[in-house]
Protein backbone atom coordinates (compact mmCIF):
# COMPACT_ATOMS: atom_id res chain seq x y z
CA UNK A 1 0.00 0.00 0.00
CA UNK A 2 1.30 3.57 -0.55
CA UNK A 3 -0.12 5.20 2.49
CA UNK A 4 -1.76 3.15 5.03
CA UNK A 5 -3.19 -0.30 5.91
CA UNK A 6 -5.43 -0.84 8.60
CA UNK A 7 -6.79 -4.35 9.18
CA UNK A 8 -10.15 -4.29 11.43
CA UNK A 9 -10.84 -6.97 13.71
CA UNK A 10 -12.49 -9.73 10.72
CA UNK A 11 -9.44 -9.51 8.75
CA UNK A 12 -7.62 -12.79 8.01
CA UNK A 13 -4.48 -12.23 5.84
CA UNK A 14 -2.37 -14.88 4.87
CA UNK A 15 0.68 -13.29 3.31
CA UNK A 16 2.85 -10.49 3.21
CA UNK A 17 2.36 -6.74 3.63
CA UNK A 18 4.10 -3.60 3.08
CA UNK A 19 3.36 -0.22 3.57
CA UNK A 20 4.42 2.85 5.37
CA UNK A 21 2.04 2.56 7.99
CA UNK A 22 0.11 -0.22 9.43
CA UNK A 23 -2.79 -0.79 12.19
CA UNK A 24 -4.17 -3.60 13.32
CA UNK A 25 -6.91 -3.90 15.47
CA UNK A 26 -7.49 -6.96 17.81
CA UNK A 27 -9.33 -10.20 16.63
CA UNK A 28 -6.87 -9.86 13.18
CA UNK A 29 -5.78 -13.24 12.20
CA UNK A 30 -2.56 -12.72 10.31
CA UNK A 31 0.31 -14.91 8.85
CA UNK A 32 3.40 -13.26 6.94
CA UNK A 33 6.33 -10.83 6.77
CA UNK A 34 5.14 -6.85 7.52
CA UNK A 35 7.35 -4.62 5.97
CA UNK A 36 6.59 -1.25 7.84
CA UNK A 37 9.00 1.70 5.85
CA UNK A 38 8.43 4.98 3.82
CA UNK A 39 11.02 3.32 1.49
CA UNK A 40 9.55 0.65 0.10
CA UNK A 41 11.99 0.11 -3.28
CA UNK A 42 14.55 -1.54 -0.41
CA UNK A 43 14.10 -5.09 1.56
CA UNK A 44 14.17 -4.91 5.22
CA UNK A 45 17.76 -6.81 4.68
CA UNK A 46 18.74 -3.65 2.89
CA UNK A 47 17.96 -0.97 5.15
CA UNK A 48 18.71 -2.84 8.13
CA UNK A 49 22.37 -3.78 6.31
CA UNK A 50 22.83 0.25 5.51
CA UNK A 51 21.97 1.31 9.26
CA UNK A 52 24.14 -1.18 11.00
CA UNK A 53 27.02 -1.48 8.81
CA UNK A 54 27.89 2.02 10.32
CA UNK A 55 28.76 -0.29 12.85
CA UNK A 56 30.60 -2.85 10.90
CA UNK A 57 27.44 -5.27 11.91
CA UNK A 58 25.70 -7.44 9.45
CA UNK A 59 22.25 -8.62 9.42
CA UNK A 60 23.52 -12.31 9.95
CA UNK A 61 25.73 -11.57 12.57
CA UNK A 62 22.94 -9.71 14.39
CA UNK A 63 20.42 -12.50 14.29
CA UNK A 64 23.29 -15.05 14.74
CA UNK A 65 23.36 -16.91 11.14
CA UNK A 66 27.47 -15.77 11.17
CA UNK A 67 30.16 -15.80 13.84
CA UNK A 68 31.66 -12.82 14.85
CA UNK A 69 35.60 -12.21 13.68
Do not use: W
Not at 16 to 24: F, K
Not at 49 to 64: C, K, M, P, Q, T
Amino acid sequence: ARNRVMLLPTARILGDISTPELIIQNGVILEGRCMISNDLKHSAKDYINAEYNRDNLSVERIFGKEKAS
